[in-house]
Every structure is written in C-alpha cells, then in structure tokens.
C-alpha cells in the first residue's frame, strides 16, 4: 500500500494532541472517527491523559503500541515540528498537520513550513493549514471540521480535492442538504509536501470515484496535473475544476492564502480545455456538474428537450440554455404526433420545446409518456424536466416518473425544481436524478453533459538548445528571428538586411516593386510606434525614408539602430499572429490570434501549452472569430488554412526544441495568402535566455 493509499484508508491512527473534550477541536477527530464507525486502531497521544473516549492514551510517539498508517497532528506550530520528526521516526506512512501560521502567512512562516517538510523525511505529509481529509466510503474521518457535525453524510461516488479547508466544508454541508453524496474530501492546504496533483492521482484509481472535483488557487506541478487528466481521460473519470484569480484581486488572494502562484488565468482555461477538464464557471457548478456526471450519461450532441409542468419556469430554462449555446428546438413530426396523441392536444400545440404538459395536470401515465417520447426522439441528446408547484403535493409520482424512465433509456434526465422545495431537490438527487433549483445551474450542467472527443496527447518533443547556438542573449533583431523561424519551416519574406541607406536603396532595386522598410534593432520592439516602418515605397523612396526615419527616433531619443531592414511587399492575405511565452505557472505556451496593428485592441486569440497535437492547431483556428475571415469573408477568397496550421506545427517545434533558452517568441502579422499560396512571416521577435 502507498503512503497516499494508507492515508486515505489507514489501519490505524495516532492522534497527537487528542483531548478527552469532545467540544474541542482537538477532541473532534477521536469523536468523528467513532461516530462514523472507524473499524481500525486509534491511538490517541498525551501526555495528560491516561485514557480519552474508552481508549488507552500514549504519553509520546515513541510509545505507541506500532507504527501507525497515518497520524493527525493537532499541535501548534512551535511543537508540531517535533511530532512530525517522532512519528517518520516511528515509521508512520503519513501525517495531517493542521495548524496554519507556516507559509501562508511571511517569511518566518515559509522557513518554519521548509523546517516542517524537512522533518518529514521520506513520510508523506498532507499539509499545513488543512482541515485534513474525510473518507465517507470507508467511514474515515482524520478532520477536525466542525462541517462533520452535519447530521447525515451520505456516501457517494464524487471525490473532492481542494486546496481550501473552508470551501471543503462547505461542500460536504451543501451536497448533504442537496441528497449529494461524496467518496472522498481531501484539503491540501499550504501543499509543503502533497499536493491537489498528488490526491487526483489516487483518487483516480480508487474503484469508488468516478468523478473528482477540485477547488484550485493554483498549481506546483503543472505537469503532474496534465498526467493525472490524461489518465483520467483513459479511466473515462470526468475531473470538473472550479479555478479562482481569475480577477486580479481573485489571484492576489489565492497566492496569499496558499502561496502558490495563481498565474495567468486564460492560461489555465486553454490547459482545461485541451486536457478535456471540465471548467466550472461558477462554485455551484463544482457541485452542480459532478452530481449529474456520477450517472456516466453524456449527451451525444448539444440538442435538448424541455418538459414542463409551468409555463414561465420552461421559458426561463430555455433561455438560460440558449445563451449557454444548447439547442432548444421543436420536437420531429414523429414525436410531435406522439405528443399530440397521448396529451390529446392539436400537433401545433404540443409541437414546441418547451413542452408544456400544464393543462394535461400530472396524471403519471401522461408524465411517464411524454418523458418517453421526448428520450426516443432522435433529435434530443438529453430531457430537462422542469418541476412546477403542482409537483409539491406529489413528490414521489414526479421523482417515480422520471426515475423510470431514465432507466429505459442511455440519455441523461434532468431536473429543474421552479419552486423553493428543498426536499424535492433531495429527493430527486437521491435516486439518482441530478436536481437543481436554478436554471443558470441546470442550463450550466447540460453544456457540461456534451460528449467531447480530445486528440491524443503528443510527446514532448526532445529539448536541443545547440539549435539556437551562435545567436546573442536577449532580444534578436527581426532579421535574425525570422531567420530563426525559417530554419524550422515556416515561410518568411524576402528581404535583404543594409548598413545604411544606399544598401537600403540597392536592396530595393534587387527586390523590384514597391517594398516595405524598417529600421533593425534588437533594442526596439514595436518599430512603427517609432515611424520606423514605411509601406509601398519605391527603391528612389528609400533613401529619404532611411533619413527620416533616424530623424524620428534620435529625437525620441531612442538607440540607433544596427541598419535597415528592406522586404517584398505581401499583399492580400489575412493578418495573423503567432506567439510563444513561458507562463511562469504553467510553462510554454502558444497563442493565435488575429494579428496586425490592432492585435492587441480585439484579444481574438487562442491558446494550448506545448506540446501541441495537429489537431489542437486545427481547433485554435475554430476557436477564433478572425476564422471567417480565413474561410472567406464576403466574397475574399479563402485563405490557406492548411499552411497556418503547418505554420502553427513549425512554429511549435520551434518552441518545444529550444529547451529554456527561448523566452518569447511572436510572428505579427503571419500573412496568410489565399488557399495555395501558403504564408508569410511579414515581422518577428525572440527573445533568448
């Protein structure tokens, strides 16, 4: 058995610090564990006492009767160093230090929590400044929340990682009100050793989860939680994730409470959604979303169908899933007969969505047959039952119904509780009906249910920092980055580098045409914010250009520049941008977007980490506005897709072969030319390490 494994099914536990008080928060855990039925060893420590609850107290670590599985560690922090260096010593598997004041408070506090981890040695540790865990399967509670005086916890199959103790409470007291049941609640706390990756891991390959729910300020290892998805996505075990910093003040919080960097939050939702992690938008979807996943049903498209037994309550859920982007369409010829046959209402009346059964009343052979006919339609992926007043003096016909019929069919079933019925919702969710009292939240849940099919993960690529050599530290000249990125495949334009103005005006006349100048400097970054680019000029323009141009920037007292830059003029193609950053949280990352001068006015962009799949260049495109513009725009041809995306690829291996020493990189604008006629890297920067 691993440390984790035994922590969360431990055979025995030490409880150091335990009081005879049950009132106290450090004489919770021994109470907890005897109310739930903890069939295992519990060896309470103090030096006080010589028994606590019925059971022989141990002055030390060092006389307990073994080593235990797991222990909790209920000391404050002057003490608690010492206990945790006792208990690795007696070979405990892993510890539960609960007291905060370590790093997510100063300095002293980061020292103090290095020192915790240091005493640890090879133990696991699951802390500090955490509420612990709560194992509902098994009857485990190694906590000392004050949420587990909750009267009725029932056991389910939703496990829970969260990086807040608080919000880990407040989960298990609203899922017990809701008739939600839980597997597992582990709180990471302050991470000093185990961290959310860690538990998810575990929690994946525990037979009694089948959906993990996590709340997340932030991650230490990236990488570990994009191994743990991709598992999850083999094992078919959806993980939904309420993320918080997605405002500025948001980030600021998370990174004070836990010391983890919360990083940019667009970042993360690109990493959700390219490793299939569901986002929950809101923190009633955290439970709204993993209580109807638990039923294994998902909607083969986005079409759904609305029963209703209240007019107003059908047309406000239509609505909300209208905006969540679900289709709300009326019902086939086929099943609008049907509808019209058994409610015995014209075809024209029943032939809308949603299906209003109110004057019909709720006779059970009419629900049962219009929740039927609306699963057998071919163009529904799921129902949505709407539950009106009416339904409140026969709560168990409505729950019945909907019961028998979702277990006829492999759609999922819904239901949408108008009414303030707490009980219904309960009632409903209990047999297995995911019930909610919103429509934000149910319309929220349906957009979640959408079967979605990811590309498999590709493997990174082998770092080669020897194919930067020979180019200087810090920003590359345009020249020299373009250079860069036609040694790995994407096409640039032609263009010549000059010294001064008359190699500027020879570079012309070799180029013909109208040709495109800049200045060439390493130190200026956006060069037409400086009137060092000029358009359409002809190789007789050039040399009052150049002049001009050195004019501008020494009265801006701007650096002079290494020469000039001259380069064929591209014409007719839609302007892109291409870039590459290392997030400081979550590492290399790719952007497309719309490019050009106004890039960064319209954010019309689309982000995935590296290493990317062709696939995941090709849904870039998709995810993007600027994509109409590529398929054509009022009469425009279309653009070469297919040679962006190549683009996109070269410019990925770019990024992911380069090891650390590239820092940025951007293409703006990437021309993209009509379909045949490829692209063009019209500008470019990289920096390097």
Known sequence: ????????????????????????????????????????EIWPVNPRAETIAGLPC??????????????????????????????ARRGCQA???????????????????????QAAGTMRLLGPNTIGLVNLTDGIMLSATGALEVGELPAGRISVVSQSGGILGSLLSRAADRGIGFAKLVSTGNEADLDSSDLIAELLEDPATDVIAVYMEGLRRPEA???AARRAAELGKPIVVY????????????????????????????????????????????????????????????????????????????????????EVAPPDAVTAQRLATLLDEDQATVGRNPVDVTLAGLRPDLFRGAITALLDSPGYDAVVVVIGSSALAVPDLVAGAIVECQAQSEKPVLAYVSPHAPHLVRLLNRQGIAAFATPESCASVVRALQRRAFPPMPGAQAADPSLL???PAGNLNEAESKALFARFGVPVTREHVAADATGAAA??????????????????????????????LTADQVPAACAEMLARLRAAGA??????????????????????????????????????????????????????????????????????????????????RTALVDAIMAFAALAATSGDRLLEAEINPLFVLPKGQGVRAADGLAVLR
Not at 98 to 116: H, I, K, V
């Open 95 to 117: 510890a539960i230090v609960l007291a905060s004041g370590y790093g997510e408070t100063n300095a002293e506090g980061a020292r103090r929590q290095e020192a915790l981890k």
């Open 58 to 87: 141990f002055a030390d670590v060092a006389s307990l009767p073994g080593a235990p599985d797991a222990a909790i560690v209920l000391l404050a922090p002057e003490r608690a160093e010492a206990a945790v260096r006792d208990l």
């Open 507 to 536: 570079a012309a006349r070799a180029l013909g045409g109208e040709v495109v100048l800049k200045i060439l400097s390493r130190a200026i970054a956006h060069k037409s914010e400086l009137g060092g680019v000029r358009l359409g």
């Open 469 to 471: 050599a020979g180019l």
């Open 243 to 326: 993320k918080v910093g997605r405002s500025e003040s948001g980030a600021r919080a998370a990174t004070s409470h836990t010391g983890a960097m919360a990083g940019a939050d667009r970042v993360y939702d690109a990493m959700f959604r390219q490793y299939g992690v569901i986002r929950a938008e809101g923190f009633t979807d955290l439970l709204d979303i993993p209580a109807a996943l638990v039923a294994g049903r998902r909607m083969a498209g986005r079409r759904v169908a609305i029963l209703t037994s209240t007019g107003g309550a059908g047309t406000l859920l239509a609505d909300n899933c209208g905006l969540a982007g679900i």
């Open 1 to 40: 058995m691993s440390a984790i494994a035994a922590l969360l099914r431990p055979r025995s536990v030490a409880i150091i610090g335990a009081s005879a008080d049950p009132t106290k928060m450090t004489g919770r855990p021994i109470s907890y564990l005897q109310r739930h039925g903890f069939a295992g």
């Open 559 to 640: 650096p002079e520049p290494e020469g000039f830059l001259v380069q064929e003029r591209v014409r007719g193609g839609v302007e892109m941008i291409l870039g590459f950053h290392r997030d400081p949280q979550l590492g290399p990352v790719l952007l497309l977007g719309a490019g050009g001068v106004a890039a960064e006015l319209f954010q019309d962009t689309a982000l995935r980490l590296l290493p990317i799949a062709r696939a995941d260049a090709e849904a870039m495109l998709e995810e993007l506005k600027a994509v109409r513009l590529l398929r054509g725009w009022r009469g425009a041809p279309a653009a070469d």
């Open 225 to 227: 939680f994009r191994s």
